[in-house]
């Protein structure tokens, strides 16, 4: 049985940073047609069963409910709390189903609510949020056709790489980030506006790309750190560096200061001291009081994340997508 699931966040691309920068408003109605065309490629290479689940605004499955699929359509029901715990339980919901395939409509902060329940499948992230470094931006109908091919079994391993994470500890326990651990000054838990750049104090990136939006590109226009490179990078922030405009939310620069950047391997713990706020891939969700510590440390035990492009062309040169031409007879 070839499974494929769709999880959507519904807030995604919507919140106040939309006042504060020029990022994007993503609307219900293009999110429900992003999840029809993931729907038909995957029907298109042959995936059985598609599961979405029921959020507030029905995105997923209006967007499956009359479509022409040959796919049996499944829409998860539970009890919703409006909030990030939502991701959280429609993917374990997926992963009870048997779902080890998943397309993902988010943006950094969606996919790490994914990968703080579990990391076993192998995903699509397609950006529908607001500082989008992990999920990728390509067109969902291709993402869905290549998700497909995984979830029949058909794509080989070497096409699916597991991303990295940050393993995160503070007084008061674990999480994970995907991007980005911050350290902010003079902040508080909770806040959804953009960062002040004269906030920052100490960041540890686990992808440095200067092609990036949000603090990845802090790193990226000094020393690059990319997806497969075994490694992140260390940002100590302060005078005395490195003086440059950097793109902190779209559209929106601001100066920033740092004073040196360095390459940290895989589990090698980095330790964040308060006080201040420690953000996850943009979410001030950890308040560090004087003295107190929190420390992170870089794995690549993430998700596999399919190559979508890669999936299509070995499938081509597979004869997967189209039968040989017939032999001339002459």
């Known amino acids: 049985m070839s499974k494929l699931a769709i ?12 006042l504060a920068a020029r990022a994007t408003n993503m609307t219900h109605e293009a999110k429900r047609d992003i999840v029809a065309r993931i729907a038909a490629g995957a029907d298109a290479v042959g995936v059985e069963d598609i599961y979405v689940s029921r959020e507030p605004f029905r995105i997923a499955a209006a967007a499956l409910e009359q479509m022409p699929l040959r796919a049996r359509v499944h829409v998860l029901e539970f009890p919703l709390a409006s909030d990030a715990s939502d991701t959280e339980t429609a993917m374990r919901k997926f992963l009870d189903a048997g779902c080890t395939t998943v397309v993902s409509l988010g943006g950094d902060g969606t996919n790490r609510a994914m990968v703080r329940t579990s990391s076993r499948y192998d995903l699509v992230p397609l950006s529908t949020g607001t500082n989008n470094v992990f999920p990728v931006l390509t067109e969902p109908t291709i993402a869905g056709m290549a998700a497909g091919l995984r979830a029949r079994g058909l794509l080989p391993d070497h096409l699916v790489r597991p991303c990295k994470v940050l393993h995160v500890r503070t007084p008061s326990g674990t999480d994970v980030g995907l991007i980005d651990a ?6 508080h838990v909770g806040n959804l506006l953009p960062f002040d750049a004269s906030r920052l104090r100490r960041m540890f990136l686990s992808r440095a790309e200067p092609d990036a ?21 260390l ?34 713990t980095v330790p964040f001291t308060g006080p201040g706020v420690l953000a996850l891939d943009g979410d001030r969700d950890h308040k560090l009081r004087s003295g107190e510590r929190a420390t992170v440390e870089l794995r690549r035990d993430g998700p596999g994340i399919i190559d979508v492009h890669g999936a299509m062309r070995w499938a081509v040169a597979e004869g997967i997508m189209a039968p040989p031409l017939p032999r001339d007879s002459a």
């Not at 005395?240 to 390459?263: I, N």
């Open 182 to 187: 911050v350290l902010l000054e003079r902040d």
């Open 213 to 233: 939006i949000g603090m990845s590109p802090i790193g990226g226009m000094i020393d690059m750190v990319f997806q497969e490179d075994d490694e992140g990078l």
């Open 7 to 18: 999880c959507v966040n519904p807030m995604s691309g919507r919140d106040v940073r939309r």
């Open 235 to 268: 940002v100590e922030m302060g005078a005395g560096g490195y003086t440059f405009e950097a793109p902190l939310s779209p559209g929106l620069f601001k100066q920033v200061s740092v004073r040196s950047v360095s390459r940290v391997g895989f589990g090698v």
